[in-house]
């Protein structure tokens, strides 16, 4: 507690209000405070112990060093899917469950990542930019296949990859899944066809990236198992940009083996201005921004201040990573 009254620090570099979570916070007389990455050296001794609850805004680093000084927190809650800026285990020792929202734009994803998708397969972005170059020409951007046609493969079949399938299905194109989480039962019930890596990699024209970044998954597409797609076919990531090698998407697309590629996420963000994939033609680059719509903002925003109250005052909490409830 903070002057008497339970306190939630926010964490944030990327937002610039946050009346609507204070005027959540204040319903509960819960005082608050944020801080900027630029300020964390003078706030830290100030709030840090007094912390009842923490918002950490991804990509605002709350390692251990940080954890170990939230002396009477509760709870931390992540406003977004991606917790690799919270350091998880250190939380758990303290006693701190650690929250996130992982649904909250999942309509928004998936929409992003059909996008993408049928962008880089009819090319939109090669004859947007030579219309405007006064070039008038449909066929100098080929080839182009039918997308009936085409086979898509998921890797990953969670919320979102389930809601890329169903908007997919329309289309006519065969749909290949593989996920070792998830049994073959369920995939076919949902109308999609289990198989293994391998198979997904050599059998998919467009390949469609859905898992998270983790010591395992990192890199997992790389050089080696890219060059096992087949001649001419796309990849789309909208998970996490450690999940894709992309010096070896490069190489690839410059050998002529991979087709082109739409990447909303990268392993770098924002990316340096000689970046190497952003003069490539065949490549699609988007800011992160998939998860972004009016509504889903306002969603995330309401449900991690929900979470960082409800783990302040000992409420069970449903998409906790670590600690469902917290003992007060």
């Given amino acids: 507690m903070r002057n008497g009254k339970n306190f939630v620090w926010i964490l944030?570099?990327?937002?610039?209000?946050?009346?609507?979570?204070?005027?959540m916070y204040q319903n509960y007389g819960i005082e608050v405070k944020v801080t900027r990455s630029e300020t964390l050296d003078v706030d830290l001794p100030l709030y840090a112990p007094f912390a009842d609850g923490v918002v950490a805004q991804v990509g605002?680093?709350?390692?251990?060093?940080?954890?170990?000084?939230?002396?009477?927190?509760?709870v931390i809650s992540i406003p977004g899917v991606g917790f690799?800026?919270?350091?998880?285990?250190?939380?758990?020792?303290?006693?701190?469950?650690?929250?996130?929202?992982?649904?909250?734009?999942?309509?928004?994803?998936?929409?992003h990542t059909l996008a993408l998708i049928l962008a880089v397969t009819r090319r939109l972005s090669a004859y947007n930019r030579k219309v405007r170059n006064g070039k008038w020409d449909p066929l100098d951007t080929m080839p182009i296949h039918r997308f009936s046609s085409r086979t898509v493969g998921l890797l990953g079949?969670?919320?979102?990859?389930?809601?890329?399938?169903?908007?997919?299905?329309?289309?006519?194109?065969?749909?290949l899944v593989h996920d070792e989480y998830v049994p073959d039962e369920t995939m076919r019930g949902l109308g999609v066809v289990p198989v293994s890596l391998e198979t997904l990699l050599e059998q998919s024209n467009v390949l469609s990236l859905h898992v998270?970044?983790?010591?395992e998954t990192r890199n997992l597409m790389n050089y080696e198992r890219l060059s096992k797609l087949p001649k001419g076919a796309f990849v789309?990531?909208?998970c996490r940009g450690g999940v894709l090698n992309e010096e070896d998407l490069r190489q690839l697309i410059l050998e002529g083996h991979i087709a082109g590629a739409g990447l909303d996420v990268l392993e770098t963000e924002p990316p340096a201005k000689d970046y190497p994939l952003l003069t490539m033609e065949e490549v699609l680059i988007t800011p992160h921004?998939?998860?972004?719509?009016?509504?889903?903002?306002?969603?995330?925003?309401?449900?991690?201040?929900?979470?960082?109250?409800?783990?302040?005052l000992g409420n069970e909490l449903p998409y906790a990573l670590n600690l469902k409830k917290i003992n007060i």
């Avoid at 605002?60 to 509760?74: P, R, T, V």
């Fill in 12 to 23: 944030d570099d990327e937002w610039n209000e946050h009346h609507l979570e204070r005027n």
């Fill in 60 to 74: 605002f680093q709350c390692g251990a060093d940080l954890i170990e000084k939230l002396n009477s927190c509760k």
């Fill in 84 to 111: 690799n800026h919270v350091d998880v285990d250190a939380a758990t020792n303290k006693g701190i469950a650690v929250s996130t929202v992982p649904d909250y734009c999942a309509e928004e994803v998936s929409d």
């Fill in 157 to 175: 079949f969670g919320r979102i990859a389930r809601m890329v399938a169903e908007k997919l299905k329309p289309f006519g194109v065969r749909i």
């Fill in 212 to 215: 998270p970044l983790t010591p």
């Fill in 236 to 238: 789309i990531n909208t």
């Fill in 289 to 312: 921004s998939s998860y972004f719509s009016e509504e889903s903002i306002t969603e995330l925003r309401t449900r991690t201040t929900k979470a960082a109250i409800d783990g302040v």
